[in-house]
C-alpha cells in the first residue's frame, strides 16, 4: 500500500475555513443582484436567521397554548475582521451613505505639474508658470467639501501634518488656515516635492442609502442575506495588537439558494493587516498630538434609529428605515499633562483625527470634524501602573454646516518601523 493522497470523511461537518463571505451593492432593495460579488476577509462572523412567533391567549379544555404563527423573520449578526486597506471600503460607505472619491493631488519633479506654495499667505495653487494646477487636479479639489481638512505630506518639503482649508474662487486652489499655516515648514515659496501629496476627505457622511446581499458558500450551497443595511461599523487600534473591524448588519431576510447567482467573485482585496508598533502614526486632539502615548482608540460609525419595517401578507420586512449618521469613539493615553482634561470640561470641540497605515504605506486617516472629549477618568488602577487617561469621543456636525466625519485614504505614507 502506498502511504499517499488524502483521507476522505475525516471532517464532522463543514469546516469554517471553506465558509466563503461575498456581497453585493443592490440595485433594488431586497433584490439579490446577479453580476460581481466581492469575496471578504474575515475573521468570523454571526449572521443568522431571527424568527418573531405570536399566538392567540384561547381558552381551552386541554390547557395549553394555541398554535403559533410567524410573524416576523429578519436576520442580523455581526461580520469580524483584520483591518486590511481596502478590504472593508465598499461597507464602510455603506454607513456612512456616501461613495468614495479621488482626493489624491500628487506634486511633480518638473515644472509643468504638480503644485506650488504660497507662504504668506498659506494658500497652495497650481504652478505659476502654467497658469494654474492642471484639468485632473482640479476636479479632484472640486470634490471636496467646500471646508474641512487636508493632510499635506511633503518629504522633500519636511511638511507631514493635518491643516485647515477652504477652497477659494480660484479654480484648484485652496487657502490654509490659518494665515501662515506654512511657516513653521517653509522659509519661502516652494513647489510641491515629486514625492509630495495632498490628501483630500475622500469619504463623508452623506445622504445616500444603500443596501447590500451578503452570501455564505457552504456545503455547495448559498445561505444569501438580501436587504442588509450596515447598521454600524467599529474600528478599533489597541496597543500589542492588530487593528480589528466589526460590521454589524441587519437584512430583510434569509434565503437559502442552490445556484450560484453571481456573473463571477471578486478576489478579496491583499492590503496587509494594520498593527500597532509600526503601523500607528499618531492621534491629534485639536490637531495636537497628547504629551502621553496613545494606548487604545476606537471608532464607532453608526446609523442612529435604523430598523426594518414591517407590512401584513408576509413575515419579512418590506423596508428598512435608514436612520442618521452618528460618529463616536473613545481614546486611551498616558496621562502626562492636563491639556485634554481641561478641554474636556470646558467642552471645547474641533477635529480628532488618527492615521494607521500598513508596512506597504496605504492606509486611512480617521476624522471626526468637530468632536468633543466627554466623560473624563484619570485612575491609579493598580499598584506600579502608569497613569492613563480616558476619553469618550463625540462627534458633532462641523461648525460651518459640514460633514461630521471624514476618512482619507493614504498612499506613500512611511510607516514609522518602514
Request: proline share 4%.
Amino acid at each position: 500500500m502506498d502511504f499517499t493522497g488524502a483521507t476522505a470523511g475525516l471532517a464532522a461537518g463543514a469546516q469554517t475555513n471553506d465558509t466563503l463571505v461575498d456581497f453585493a451593492l443592490e440595485t433594488t432593495y431586497a433584490t439579490p443582484p446577479t453580476g460581481n460579488y466581492q469575496a471578504l476577509r474575515i475573521t468570523g462572523e454571526t449572521l443568522a436567521l431571527q424568527q418573531t412567533t405570536a399566538r392567540p391567549s384561547e381558552l381551552n379544555a386541554q390547557k395549553q397554548v394555541s398554535q403559533a404563527v410567524i410573524t416576523q423573520v429578519s436576520a442580523s449578526g455581526t461580520i469580524s475582521g483584520a483591518l486590511s486597506s481596502g478590504t472593508f471600503d465598499d461597507l464602510i460607505a455603506g454607513v456612512m451613505g456616501n461613495d468614495w472619491v479621488n482626493a489624491t493631488v500628487s506634486g511633480s519633479s518638473d515644472s509643468k505639474t504638480g503644485y506650488s506654495y504660497t507662504l504668506a499667505n498659506g494658500y497652495t495653487s497650481g504652478l505659476p508658470n502654467i497658469g494654474g494646477i492642471d484639468a485632473a487636479s482640479i476636479a479632484t479639489i472640486n470634490n471636496w467639501p467646500q471646508n474641512g481638512y487636508v493632510y499635506i505630506h511633503d518629504p522633500d518639503n519636511g511638511i507631514a501634518n493635518f491643516f485647515q482649508y477652504q477652497r477659494t474662487g480660484a479654480q484648484g486652489v485652496i487657502a490654509l488656515q490659518v494665515k501662515g499655516a506654512l511657516s513653521p515648514f517653509l522659509s519661502a515659496n516652494a513647489n510641491g516635492g515629486p514625492n509630495a501629496r495632498i490628501f483630500g476627505p475622500a469619504l463623508t457622511n452623506g445622504a445616500l442609502d444603500k443596501t447590500f446581499t451578503f452570501r455564505k458558500k457552504t456545503l455547495g450551497s448559498f445561505l444569501m442575506y438580501p436587504g442588509s443595511l450596515i447598521t454600524q461599523i467599529q474600528f478599533q487600534l489597541q496597543q500589542a495588537q492588530f487593528g480589528t473591524v466589526s460590521v454589524d448588519v441587519t437584512s430583510a431576510n434569509v434565503q437559502q439558494n442552490d445556484n450560484d447567482v453571481a456573473s463571477a467573485v471578486l478576489p478579496a482585496p491583499s492590503g496587509k493587516v494594520h498593527n500597532s508598533v509600526n503601523n500607528f502614526l499618531g492621534a491629534l486632539i485639536n490637531l495636537q498630538a497628547p504629551a502621553g502615548c496613545v494606548t487604545q482608540f476606537t471608532c464607532t460609525l453608526a446609523r442612529d434609529g435604523s430598523k426594518n419595517e414591517y407590512g401584513m401578507g408576509h413575515a419579512d420586512a418590506c423596508g428598512v428605515q435608514n436612520g442618521q449618521f452618528i460618529a463616536s469613539g473613545s481614546i486611551e493615553f498616558y496621562f502626562r499633562s492636563w491639556d485634554e482634561y481641561k478641554a474636556s470640561i470646558a467642552g471645547t470641540q474641533g477635529p480628532i483625527v488618527v492615521t494607521t497605515v500598513d508596512d506597504s504605506g496605504n492606509g486611512y486617516a480617521f476624522l471626526f470634524t468637530n468632536a468633543a472629549l466627554r466623560n473624563p477618568k484619570v485612575n491609579s488602577s493598580q499598584a506600579n501602573a502608569t497613569v492613563t487617561a480616558s476619553f469618550d469621543i463625540e462627534g458633532n456636525p462641523d461648525a460651518s454646516g459640514g460633514p461630521a466625519f471624514a476618512i482619507y485614504r493614504l498612499t506613500g505614507i512611511p510607516a514609522t518601523g518602514s
